[in-house]
């Protein structure tokens, strides 16, 4: 089982925790991964502190997965996370991933239903640190990490070449509603070189937008680049996107965005290491050309055991002439805003 899912996470480009999976059954397993931190948060709008300054801890994200193998073909995977809704106070649990899987071969495998999608979680694998930043278009909300649809992935010459292409909903893996037509996202990837790794991806459809009541007015796109180098001693890689009309699929304006991603770490030891990132964009070339976004971060991770990561990092978010909307929230103000986060960063798989 986990031998099976290890290898179809490489061809579909996925993150994956059957690795530490517990095993219920003998074709059944349990795995699980949490992101928690305990840090202190310094948010200004305009030069004036926010509410949401201050010292608390958070557990971001809570996986609990279930993996079935039927036969050597199917299987099937369901993933459950849960967020706060402050709105009623209350923290809900909802499904992350719910597919049914056909594994034929090396060079086709198919999903039905909630997975991963092409590009996010294939650049989080070789990013390393998603437990402290999401990615670049998934940090500024530009694309996510899984939806509803058909899914399909493989490799060729022993790993060369991969793809993955996914017919989706295009609202997202919490929105699983239709509309009249559903979007497509691609990616293919080639490893010329051990550890080396080009990639290029490519987005497009109406999120979900094209309801039988209300008329998209624009297609959104997205185009993805990507160059990463990936051995046991360091990890070194440059993302690059543009977008458009993205948050202009019911609007009558048009609108383009672009940004970028540098990132590198360091291993000192099995141990321990030490990473940075920094992300730089424009979020709004047409609308608002004078907004600009930017991200960085600076870490050291220690690996105390087995499955268990931990982290001291500082990052910053940081948006001029505007607000930008980022996995840290809303970030900006009318002339600028500033997102500071110092602390302990946790990963724990089982």
């Known amino acids: 089982m986990r031998k099976e899912a290890m290898l179809t996470a490489a061809i579909m480009g996925c993150a994956i925790t059957a690795a530490h999976a517990v095993d219920v059954t003998e074709k059944t397993t ?28 958070d557990v971001k994200r809570f996986y609990l997965g279930i993996d079935h193998v039927f036969d050597q073909t199917w299987s099937a995977n369901v993933t459950t996370d849960f967020n706060y809704v402050g709105n009623d106070g209350e923290t809900q649990v909802y499904i992350k991933k719910a597919y ?22 294939f650049v989080e694998n070789l990013y390393g ?17 899984a939806d509803w649809g058909l899914h399909a992935g493989g490799m060729f010459a022993d790993g060369l070449v991969s793809y993955a292409a996914s017919v989706v909903n295009g609202a997202g893996y919490k929105n699983p509603t239709r509309s009249k037509s559903m979007d497509f996202e691609g990616r293919l990837s080639v490893v010329p070189l051990e550890g080396l790794t080009f990639a290029a991806g490519f987005y ?37 996107f543009e977008a458009k009309n993205w948050r202009q699929v019911l609007t009558s304006e048009t ?20 990473f ?24 050291f991770a220690y690996r105390p055991r ?18 930008v909307s980022t996995s840290n929230g809303s970030i900006g103000g009318v002339n600028d805003g500033k997102y500071r986060e110092i602390g302990l960063w946790a990963q724990v798989a089982f």
């Open 30 to 57: 349990i795995s699980g991964k949490a992101f928690i931190d305990l840090t202190n948060i310094d948010q200004t709008l305009d030069g004036v502190k926010t509410a949401a300054s201050g010292t608390g801890l």
């Open 255 to 274: 609108d383009k965005a672009t940004g970028y991603s540098l990132w590198g770490s360091y291993n000192f030891t099995d141990q321990m290491s030490a």
């Open 204 to 240: 497009s459809g109406k999120l979900g937008q094209d309801k039988e009541d209300v008329d998209a007015l624009h297609t959104a796109q997205r185009w993805d680049a990507l160059v990463a180098y990936v051995n046991p001693k360091f990890r070194a890689g440059a993302e690059y």
């Open 129 to 145: 640190y998603r437990y402290v930043e999401n990615v670049l278009v998934d940090h500024l909300k530009f694309g996510t990490s």
């Open 276 to 299: 940075a990132r920094y992300d730089g964009a424009d979020p709004s070339k047409d609308l608002n050309p004078e907004l600009s976004s930017e991200y960085f971060n600076l870490g």
């Open 306 to 323: 087995k499955n268990v990561d931990l982290a001291v990092v500082y990052k910053e978010d940081k948006a001029d002439n505007g607000v």
């Open 100 to 121: 049914l899987q056909g594994h034929f071969g090396d060079a086709f495998v198919v999903r039905a239903g909630s997975a991963d999608l092409p590009w996010v979680p």
